[in-house]
Every structure is written in structure tokens, then in C-alpha cells.
């Protein structure tokens, strides 16, 4: 549902899902004004009329006041269908109406802020009125007065306002917080220059906190202005002001400025990091806590702020600089220095005009004392600088979501990065909200609740409180809650308190970014994960990398995005889900669909390129995409493929998946069999059965015969390789009757050497049908003779190689198997060369000329190096340490084992590996 704010405590304004609304004419937006101010009480259309028209209204004054409604529906509503209500501005009988409660209009939000202030004590009570008065801008519609009969309504909320701000000068004088009420204070009192009751209560809370020279001025001040304006005396409650400080009331005994907020009573963990800070605070002037929105940087500093706060006996200051404040308003430099030196006991008429000299005058005022300083929600360097003491005696604690380098480049601040909490901390976190034993009683849903927060402090600050408000609701509720909308941020944004709703602590964030960076954090939620590479990027946005660094720079700085190793970057689960709600709602979805294409082009071209360099036989043509795309990655050597492929290889499996998933069919195979030499080549079993399946399914929803075929057989060395013959021959079989009806004879005698592979036990301890698998090795022989082809000609005459061996016939076998390293020299397939050497040491071994053996695997061994053929390497090794077993040297076959394991994720090789080394026979 749309997002919509009305404000009238000063100017009239509107925002719809964070963007203000333009509000039509004068007389128009006079209306709004007088339904808001009335809020939710009925408006009679007469009294609208009156306030329009004072003097005559025209004949068709009540059509023009229906016709202004029908607008603003339409602005609040812009889905809304002509002449229907909406839910904003509601018609009864004569009278219109503005739907509007306690969160989503000023006026509301400030009453009941005083009636909840009304109803605390002390501290809590100060707080609250400063949070409703916070919401005062100006005279109530300052910007739609027309000197009517409405504006007596505008001047009765000013004085609502003004009665609030007196009650709340009492409240703040009674608990002694006189300099938390005061900027407040200092603020508005000035609407209302001749109110002798607010102005006894300014030169009290000035006298408070030590500005006594300043009180006695205020007093002079007002004392004149009553004079030349009303020529009268000041009143008794001025004159009982003035003799107070006069006589240093005891009342107004001045204290160090204490204006740490409160510690929050359910803080809990981060143990670690405040251990960290508090360790380091001694040596260091300026602490910078930085982390992403809702991590938890305000009460991690106000935590670090009470512990450190006995070690700074002059006093504590505090300001919020609201870098990111939802309402888009900062603290700026000036006000800020201004707050601190009212707090110092500056006197009004003796704080400098020139933003230097209030600067320099602080830094006087603190040197040589001991004083903490805490500036919270930074939004750049610029903000702190002017901010900071110039004594090494103070400590300044900062906190920013922004990367701030030149706070720590021009003054060595000490950088602390907030993370999303450790689990069992965001556990202890949840219970402590609680505050029962429920977490106890349902430690499943609380894993749960901790897992779909993501463990944000933000996000389960949000759904314990929602948890604590409903003791019996079962949290296992919650729980399937939040998996059930795990698309959305709905369950961390429902009681309007822009504070405590992620979407807009998150919007606070994205509203500081370029056009640039905000579409790519929009696109980039499109992105099928876990990270994604600049190059990758840029393909996903249509930008130039240079433009796309510039983004991606921006996104982290603003912690939007984190750069978790160099050059790869990811989201947390929450933001994502944001940016995606972000993308849906404000990109075309033309243009959301061209950026998932663009993405997964980029990844089958680039997968492509690097295929061309796999340290296996390389694809053939036939399947190797056409497409073409900007900036593809493309590799410089084997290593650099290699080297890519292990890095991008959960990305290349999520979009192989996704692909299938959303039709993408012919890009989701071809990219499936782009990866297939490099799972074969780095042992990856599992992940090459599951994307080949995919594969598979692509191709068959594709319609696409050959490829479907082709597909097959790649899945079937996956489980040839991971050891299940019986999966391997029955893809085998539906390649082979696939490829029957297409004539396919390259693709037909590939089939017939794999079955080979697979009824001679192929790269694995065990026994085979040899003689079974030696005639497929020889048809498939027939065939590559017939098609001219070197590499699979040789990998044939090697099985039949390895099958003689088994057979009974070593010295055919050794003439294969020199056949085959042969071919593979003249080919130039050095791949093939190890594979023939390897065998051909199987062979020797077998034989037991082990000395042969050992020379064999040797050059098989440092080929695969050459080549970064891990799997290769690690049989060759494996092999290379049975043979010098065999002759008795025990320790390089421990040093050739041991390499191996270190090479190898495969759990059966692991295992036998394994066993050998314990057991070196």
C-alpha cells in the first residue's frame, strides 16, 4: 500500500512513498489544511466555503470545494478511479473528513507524543515532549494562511504547541534536565516573542545550565520589547525569573553537561567489540563505529559512551547529525557547535556568527579538559570535522553508516565496523526483548526469527518488541510469519515510527545516492547471487566499468552494498530484499527483464571464453554460443580460467538454475556445458550432477534434440565420476538413443568411448567388464579414424590400453598406450598427454615395473600442474605414492600422498588416500 505523511505543524506538506507531493493551488491546498488541522473530525462544507470566500462566495463555491476534493483524492490515490472516495478523504452527509491516525500526520503523531509525555515520569517524560516539539516546523500552515476564519483554527495549534513547550520547560526544570529541553526551547519561543510565560521559563532553563549572563539578557531583552510594543511592565512570572537567578536559586545549580541518552536496558551482546573499543579507548582520540543501517551503531556508542564515562569527569556531550534522518533534514555544522556551547555555559549573545570562530571558541573551551564527545549518525567527514576537540585529552566517538576515510586520514581515528550480530548473540538478543522464558520454550522459532532478520539488530529489536507487545502469541507464529513474506520488508515497517522501520532507515540511505548508483543498487537485486564481480555488474546495468566502479563505490561507502573479498560484492538479505521492493516498484519491467538477460548473456559468454582455455578437451563448436556482449570477462591463460571459474562457480550454478527456472532454456544448457571441464577438471562431482540436470531440463524444454543429447552425456560423467556407474550408463543409453535419430557421428562415438569409461571402471578402484568395454573403445576408435579426430582417437586407444591390461595382454596394451602419447604430442593436447602418461604408469604398475611406474607418473603429475588440472594431479600423485610404496620409499610416498590429499575435496578419494597413509604398505 502506498506511503503517505501529511504534515501542518508549518508549512503544509505532503509526501507519497517519499516524495512531496505538489498540492495544486492556493485555495485547494487550504482546504487539505482545514481537514488536517480538524484531524479525523468531519469539516462541514459551509465552513469550508466560509474559510475560502470570507466576504461573498460565488454561486458555485460548493462544486469548486467537491472539485478540490476530487483532486486531492487523486493526488493522494493515484490509482483512483473518477469519483470514487479512496480512503484519505471521506464524505458524510455535509462534511468531509481526513482518514488519518496517530503515525501518518504531525498533528496526530504530536498529541499523542503529549498525552504519552503527560502519563511518564522524569527522564522518559523529557524525552517524549522533546520528540513531539521536534515535530513543529513553523506556524501551523504557515503557508496557507489567507486571513480567514481558518486561520483562528492555525493559531489555536500554535498555541496547543506553545502550552506544550511551557509544560515541558516544568517537567525538564523538576527531573533536572533543563539542557535537553532547551534547544527546543530556543527554537520556538521566539513564534511568540511577548509570551511572558514562555520567556520566564527560557531565562530559568538558561540559568540551569549555567548561562546566567545570558538569562539576565534574555530578561532585559523581553523587559524592551514589552516596553516599545505594549508599553507595559514585565508580569510577575518574568520578575520571579529574574530574582532566581539573581539568587541562585538552588533549583538552578549548575551541572557538568550530561547528555548521554539513556543506556538501553535490553543491550545485549557485542561483547567482543565493546571489549575491543574499551581496550583501545585509551590510546586513541576519535573512535569511528561504522556498519550498515540497523546494525547497531547508536546503542553500541552509547553503550561504549556510560562505560567510558567515569574516565571523563568534565561531562559527556551528545548530538544527533542526523546524516540520515528519514525527513531528509540534517544537523548542520552551526547548530550543532551552537548546541554544545549553550551546553558549556556559552552565553547566547557571546556564541560567534562565523561558523570558524564558533569552531575555535569550542576547541578553547575543551582544551586541557577531560571531556567525551559522541556524534551519532554522521553523514560525512565534513559534518565531524569542525565537531571534533582540539585537546588529546577528550575522546570523540562517532558514529556513520557512510565509509568516513577522511575523518580517518586527517585525524587517525581508530575505525571500528559493526557486523550483523553472531548468531547466538542475536539469540541472547531476542530473549532479552522478551523478557520471559518463551525463547526458552520455542528455541526453533527463535533460530528462526534470528535467521529471517538476518541478524540485523534493527530487524529483531522490530519483531521482539512486536513479540513482547503479544505475550500470547506463540513466537513458532511470528516465525512462519516472516518466512511467509520473506519478499518483503511488510513485517519490519508496521508502527510508523520512521525510527524503527527498515524501510525507511534503508531509505535514508538510497535517498543520498546518485541516479547512477541508486539504479544499480535497484538492478543488482536482480542478481541470482551470492556476489557479483564489477565486470558482471557492468553487463547487469548497461554502464562502462569506470561508471560502475564509481557506483559500486558509492554503494559501499553508503553500506548498501559490501565489498566482502576485493572486487566482489554482496548485499545483506534484508537490504536486498528492500532494493528488490525498490526495483519493482520504480524500473519498467522491460528494463528489470533486459538487466536479468544482459546478466546471464554475460555469464554464458564469459564461461565460454574461459572454456576455451579449460585445462580439459575443449567443447565442440557446435555448442559454444554465438551471443555477443559488452565487456565479457575473456582469460589470458589456463590459470586465469581456471582461477575465474572457482571463483564465479556459485554464481554459474544459481544462474544455471535460475535461467531454467524463468525460461532462459537455451542460455541454461549451453552455460551447463561450458562449466563441465572445469568441474571434471577440480573434482566437482555433486555441483557437476546438479547443474547438468538443469541442463538437461533446458534443453528438453528447449526442444533441442542435439543439445539435450549432449547434456545427457555430460551428466553421465558427472556420475561416472562420482562412482555411480549405474546413473552414468543410463544417460549414457538416452544420449545414444537421442543421437540416433540426428546421425550425430562426432557426438555418437564420444558416447560409445564414455560407455567404455564407464564398464571399465574409469578412474576408479573398481573391477569392470573389460572385454565388454574394450569393444566400445574400439567402435569409438573406428570412428574417431573416420572423422580424423586425434584427441578422441588417443583417449580410445587408451581404453583399450587400460581394458588389455586387465585382460591379460600388457605388451598390446603398452603399444596403445605409446600409440596414444603419441597422437597426443602431434595434437598438441597436452591434457590428453597426461592422462595417456597416467595410464600408461596404471599399466606399468600393474605389471610391477614399478620404477617405469614412478618415471610415468611423474610426467603426468607435472603436466596437470602445468595445467591446473586438479583432479589429474591428484590421481597422478595418488598413483605416483602406490609405486614408490611398492619399491619401499616410504617417505616420498607419504610426501606424494599427503600433496594429494591437500589437492582434493573428493570424500572417496580422501578416503582412500587416507587409508594408505595410516597403513603404508
Not at 554475460?602 to 559488452?630: E, G, K, Q
Request: hydrophobic share 45%; charged share 25%.
Amino acid at each position: 500500500m502506498p506511503e503517505v505523511r501529511f504534515a501542518v505543524l508549518g508549512p503544509l506538506r505532503v509526501r507519497l512513498n517519499g516524495a512531496e507531493l505538489a498540492l495544486g493551488p492556493r485555495q485547494q491546498r487550504a482546504v487539505l489544511a482545514m481537514l488536517l488541522v480538524n484531524a479525523g473530525q468531519p469539516v462541514l462544507v459551509s465552513d469550508l466555503v466560509d474559510a475560502l470566500w470570507p466576504d461573498k462566495a460565488p454561486r458555485s463555491a460548493v462544486n469548486v470545494i467537491h472539485r478540490y476534493v476530487g483532486q486531492l483524492r487523486r493526488l493522494l490515490e493515484p490509482e483512483l478511479p473518477p469519483r470514487a472516495e479512496g480512503q484519505w478523504i471521506l464524505r458524510s452527509g455535509g462534511a468531509y473528513r481526513l482518514h488519518v491516525d496517530s503515525e501518518c500526520a504531525d498533528i496526530t503523531r504530536f498529541r499523542a507524543l503529549i498525552e504519552q509525555a503527560r502519563a511518564a515520569d522524569g527522564r522518559e517524560a523529557v524525552r517524549l515532549f522533546v520528540q513531539a516539539l521536534g515535530l513543529w516546523r513553523g506556524r501551523c500552515a504557515s503557508s496557507e494562511r489567507l486571513d480567514t476564519k481558518a486561520d483562528a483554527l492555525y493559531a489555536g495549534v500554535d498555541q496547543e504547541c506553545l502550552a506544550a513547550l511551557a509544560e515541558a520547560a516544568d517537567v525538564a526544570l523538576a527531573s533536572r534536565m533543563a539542557a535537553e529541553i532547551l534547544p527546543e526551547f530556543r527554537r520556538i519561543a521566539p513564534y511568540d516573542p511577548l509570551n511572558e510565560v514562555l520567556y520566564a521559563r527560557l531565562i530559568v532553563l538558561l540559568a540551569a545550565v549555567g548561562r546566567q549572563s545570558e538569562a539576565l539578557t534574555v530578561y532585559e531583552e523581553i523587559t524592551q520589547r514589552l516596553a516599545d510594543e505594549l508599553g507595559v511592565d514585565p508580569g510577575p512570572d518574568l520578575r520571579a525569573a529574574q530574582q532566581k537567578v539573581r539568587r541562585q536559586h538552588p533549583s538552578l545549580a549548575v551541572a557538568r553537561p550530561a547528555q548521554l541518552p539513556s543506556d538501553l536496558r535490553t543491550f545485549s551482546g557485542r561483547e567482543a567489540d565493546l571489549e575491543r573499543m574499551l581496550v583501545a579507548a585509551g590510546s586513541m582520540s576519535v573512535a569511528l563505529i561504522e556498519g550498515m543501517a540497523g546494525v547497531g551503531k547508536t546503542a553500541m556508542a552509547i553503550r561504549l559512551a556510560h562505560e567510558l564515562a567515569p574516565r571523563f569527569p568534565d561531562g559527556q556531550l551528545f548530538v544527533n547529525l542526523r546524516g540520515f534522518d528519514p525527513g531528509g533534514v540534517t544537523t548542520a555544522p552551526e547548530e550543532a557547535l551552537r548546541h554544545f556551547l549553550y551546553a558549556l555555559g556559552v552565553p547566547g549573545n557571546r556564541i560567534p556568527q562565523r561558523l570558524d570562530d564558533m569552531a575555535a571558541l569550542y576547541r578553547s573551551l575543551l582544551r586541557g579538559k577531560r571531556m567525551l564527545v559522541v556524534l551519532d549518525n554522521a553523514r560525512d567527514g565534513a559534518q565531524v570535522m569542525l565537531l571534533l576537540p582540539g585537546s588529546a585529552t577528550c575522546l570523540t566517538v562517532v558514529t556513520s553508516r557512510n565509509r568516513l576515510t577522511s575523518v580517518i586520514a586527517q585525524v587517525g581515528a581508530n575505525p571500528f565496523i559493526l557486523e550483523p550480530m553472531p548468531a547466538e548473540e542475536a539469540r541472547a538478543m531476542v530473549a532479552a526483548r522478551l523478557g520471559d522464558d518463551r525463547g526458552e520454550l520455542e528455541p526453533r522459532a527463535v533460530d528462526q526469527i534470528v535467521t529471517m532478520c538476518a541478524r540485523l539488530p534493527l530487524a529483531l529489536a522490530i519483531i521482539g518488541a512486536r513479540a513482547a507487545m503479544h505475550p500470547g502469541l506463540p513466537l513458532s507464529t511470528i516465525a512462519r510469519e516472516l518466512t511467509g513474506a520473506s519478499a518483503s520488508l511488510d513485517a519490519f515497517s508496521r508502527d510508523g515510527d520512521a525510527a524503527v522501520d527498515l524501510r525507511a532507515v534503508f531509505g535514508a540511505s538510497y535517498r543520498t545516492l546518485s541516479a547512477d548508483a541508486a539504479r544499480m543498487f535497484r538492478l543488482l537485486a536482480l542478481h541470482w547471487g551470492p556476489d557479483v564481480s564489477v565486470a558482471a555488474s557492468a553487463s547487469m546495468a548497461g554502464m562502462t566499468p569506470s561508471s560502475t566502479r564509481d557506483a559500486l563505490s558509492e554503494l559501499t561507502k553508503t553500506r548498501l552494498l559490501t565489498e566482502h573479498v576485493p572486487g566482489r560484492f554482496e548485499f545483506h538479505d534484508l537490504v536486498r530484499v528492500y532494493a528488490m521492493e525498490l526495483s519493482h516498484e520504480m524500473d519498467d519491467p522491460a528494463d528489470r527483464d533486459a538487466a536479468v538477460r544482459r546478466m546471464v548473456d554475460h555469464y554464458l559468454v564469459s564461461c565460454t571464453n574461459m572454456s576455451t582455455m579449460a585445462p580439459l578437451w575443449p567443447i565442440a563448436d557446435v555448442f559454444l554460443t554465438n551471443t555477443r556482449v559488452d565487456g565479457p570477462e575473456t582469460p589470458t591463460s589456463t590459470a586465469d580460467a581456471t582461477k575465474w571459474f572457482a571463483t564465479e562457480r556459485h554464481v554459474l550454478e544459481n544462474v544455471v538454475k535460475n535461467a531454467l527456472e524463468v525460461g532462459f532454456y537455451e542460455q541454461a544448457w549451453r552455460l551447463a556445458l561450458a562449466m563441465l571441464l572445469f568441474f571434471q577438471s577440480q573434482g566437482r562431482f555433486p555441483s557437476w550432477v546438479a547443474t547438468l540436470h538443469a541442463g538437461l531440463e533446458a534443453a528438453k524444454a528447449a526442444g533441442d534434440v542435439a543439445a539435450e543429447a549432449r547434456t545427457a552425456r555430460g551428466l553421465a560423467g558427472g556420475y561416472h565420476h562420482a562412482g555411480d556407474s549405474e546413473n552414468a550408463l543410463r544417460y549414457l543409453k538416452l544420449a545414444a538413443d537421442l543421437i540416433e535419430d540426428l546421425g550425430g557421428t562426432t557426438e555418437k562415438a564420444h558416447i560409445l568411448r564414455n560407455m567404455g569409461d564407464v564398464l571399465s571402471g574409469l578412474g576408479h578402484a573398481t573391477s569392470g567388464d573389460y572385454p565388454k568395454a574394450y569393444a566400445f573403445y574400439e567402435k569409438a576408435a573406428e570412428l574417431y579414424l573416420e572423422l580424423d579426430e586425434p584427441r578422441g582417437l588417443a583417449n580410445a586407444r587408451l581404453g583399450m590400453g587400460t581394458c588389455l591390461y586387465r585382460m591379460g595382454a600388457p605388451e598390446r596394451a603398452f603399444a596403445l598406450q605409446w600409440e596414444a602419447i603419441e597422437t597426443c604430442k602431434v595434437a598438441q593436447d597436452i591434457v590428453g598427454e597426461s592422462v595417456a602418461w597416467a595410464q600408461a604408469a596404471d599399466g606399468r604398475h600393474e605389471v610391477g615395473d614399478y620404477t617405469t611406474a614412478v618415471s610415468y607418473y611423474g610426467h603426468a603429475a607435472e603436466i596437470c600442474r602445468s595445467t591446473n588440472h586438479d583432479m589429474g594431479l591428484v590421481r597422478s600423485l595418488r598413483g605416483l605414492g602406490d609405486a614408490y610404496a611398492a619399491l619401499g620409499d616410504r617417505d616420498s610416498a607419504r610426501a606424494a600422498w599427503e600433496e594429494a590429499l591437500s589437492r582434493t575435496d573428493d570424500r572417496f578419494l580422501s578416503v582412500e588416500i587416507q587409508a594408505r597413509l595410516a597403513n603404508p604398505q
